[in-house]
């Protein structure tokens, strides 16, 4: 499956942003997805994770509140929605496509699939 995140931008403190992966090549349905981001100097790290029917979500410590994943199964998208930006979300968002879904699913390693990668610069 081919991945194309989209959505990020320049933005200011404060604002909302909702980030979209767009899934192409296989039936969407079949994977759970990912979004992680990798911020400057910094190790790329988990953010949150979807079942494929989107029943079960899953999130790292630092995105409950302010982070909403969610997806469209009829639309082949994904999506991430992040809340009151913080000049320190800033990073590379990817997201990222896994056939399983498992206890595991928070491990990088374990996605088939990655997206290049959307920008998001928050200024303060």
């Known amino acids: 499956v081919q991945l194309q995140a989209s959505g990020g931008g320049l933005v200011q403190a404060g604002d909302s942003l909702s980030l979209s992966c767009a899934a192409s090549?296989?039936?969407?349905?079949?994977?759970?997805m990912g979004w992680f981001r990798q911020a400057p100097g910094k190790e790329r790290e988990f953010l949150a994770r979807?079942?494929?029917?989107?029943?079960?979500?899953d999130y790292a410590e630092s995105a409950k509140g302010r982070f909403t994943i969610s997806r469209l199964n009829a639309e082949n998208t994904a999506f991430l929605r992040v809340g009151a930006l913080k000049p320190e979300d800033t990073a590379v968002y990817y997201c990222a496509a896994d056939s399983s879904w498992n206890s595991l699913g928070r491990r990088q390693a374990l996605y088939e699939y990655w997206g290049q990668g959307t920008q998001v610069t928050v200024s303060s």
């Open positions: 090549g296989d039936t969407f349905s079949n994977y759970a």
């Open positions: 979807i079942s494929q029917t989107g029943k079960f979500t």
